[in-house]
């Protein structure tokens, strides 16, 4: 029997985890002011991206001694520029509880040939922090695994007397959840994410002890051009007042710079992590309520309020891949949630994003729809 539609549809159908919806005052208009087809160097090129720079100090809060840079390829080129610039010094330890953090240890082992001390966890799960060793050695982990919807649950587990690096993969943390400065010495992330951005350019933000680390020591292994944050042997500060490595889209600065606009008038960090908060518990609250939905991180205090990814769990589904992927395709087909299947390498399952930019009614319309694509598919798979 045919289960009857639901009458309320999201007035935004856009769940995907990256890139994310655009805040919802987000128009191409708002565009007009970038500074397009003219040098980057130019001083209004350049007085952008400052502004952009310390547009992130303010609504993230980062303190004053923190570099904060606009780096090519995304949070990835801000990641491997962080890994191949600064470790090889001391003993490297990597964590990964997903495919993202998984990615790093690839790259930090197969391709810089670092014995490191690798600690995974399965998708749900996250590796036992007490375990870690932040006092002696320089430490790697992604602040949020997108592609699990697990979360560190604080920084409790990093020292503050450490002699190492935290070099943290915060792309679907920033402005969403908060983050300790003082116990990150490398958080990157890309403005895809939270604020809905473009992906062209990567942040990442540099403490004190990172800067020291760049001028004191030489990697074994030569830098390309692109990931190079020194110049003999003294930290380029041009790339941290907006003189970028090359050259930068002024049309994605200028729609970073609406961005943040936006999260200001959205109260700043706090407005947007309780937009995300809000927004995750509506889903939390449904999986509560259905017993053939259940989130995939296993604990409640690593539970993420921006990739929150979820597993059936329905004794009557025959294929979980082809049941997840066939849900995900009835709910874009209907225009009600668009790109909400699990990451390729993920559980079969959904991923529904959460970010600041969602709105909480849009979720709370979609969700009566899961039910309706989740009801559909077992009364099709019949
Ligand atoms: C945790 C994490 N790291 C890195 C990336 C790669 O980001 P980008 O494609 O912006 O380089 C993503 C993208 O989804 C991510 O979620």
């Not at 708002?30 to 007085?47: E, Y």
């Not at 403005?191 to 540099?206: D, R, S, T």
């Not at 930290?235 to 941290?240: D, H």
């Not at 200001?264 to 518990?281: P, Q």
Request: with cysteine.
């Amino acid at each position: 029997m045919a289960t009857q539609q639901p009458a309320t549809r999201p007035a935004n159908p856009r769940f995907s985890s990256g890139p994310c919806a655009k805040p919802p005052t987000f128009d191409v208009t708002k565009l007009a002011d970038a500074a397009l087809g003219r040098s980057h160097r130019a001083a209004v090129g350049k007085a952008k991206l400052k502004d952009a720079i310390e547009g992130t100090r303010d609504v993230l809060g980062i303190p004053a001694d923190y570099r904060i840079g606009i780096v090519p390829a995304s949070d990835t080129g801000a990641v491997e520029m962080a890994l191949w610039s600064l470790l090889g010094a001391r003993t490297v330890e990597m964590l990964a509880w997903e495919s993202f953090g998984a990615g790093w240890i690839t790259d930090v082992v197969k391709q810089l040939k670092i014995d490191a001390d690798v600690k995974t966890a399965e998708y749900g799960q996250i590796v036992d922090l007490a375990t870690v060793d932040t006092k002696n050695n320089d430490v790697v982990f992604t602040w949020n695994g997108t592609t699990s919807g697990v979360r560190v649950p604080n920084a409790d587990w990093i020292a503050d007397d450490r002699d190492g690096l935290t070099i943290c993969d915060a792309t679907s943390a920033a402005f969403a959840m908060d983050l300790p400065w003082d116990k990150l010495d490398v958080t990157t992330f890309s403005w895809q994410k939270v604020l809905g951005g473009e992906a062209a350019h990567g942040v990442i933000v540099l403490s004190p002890a990172a800067v020291a680390r760049l001028e004191s020591y030489t990697p074994a292994w030569p830098l390309p051009k692109i990931f190079r944050l020194t110049k003999g042997g003294k930290l380029i500060e041009g790339i941290f007042t907006g003189a970028t490595i090359n050259t930068p889209s002024m049309l994605a600065v200028e729609d970073y710079l609406f961005a943040l606009d936006w999260a200001r008038s959205e109260g700043g960090l706090k407005g947007l992590i309780a937009r995300a908060d809000a927004n995750a518990k509506a889903v939390f609250d449904f999986c509560d309520a259905n017993d053939w939905i259940a989130n995939l991180a296993e604990d409640d205090t690593t539970r993420s309020n921006t990739s929150v990814c979820l597993k059936f769990t329905d004794d009557r589904i025959q294929d979980g891949a082809a049941f997840a992927k066939a849900v995900a395709k009835r709910l874009e087909a209907e225009n009600i949630a668009l790109d909400i299947g699990a990451y390729r390498d993920a559980p079969a399952g959904l991923r529904i994003w959460c970010g600041g930019t969602v709105e909480t009614a849009d979720l709370e319309a979609m969700l009566p729809w899961l039910t309706w694509a989740f009801e559909a598919e077992i009364a099709a798979q019949a």
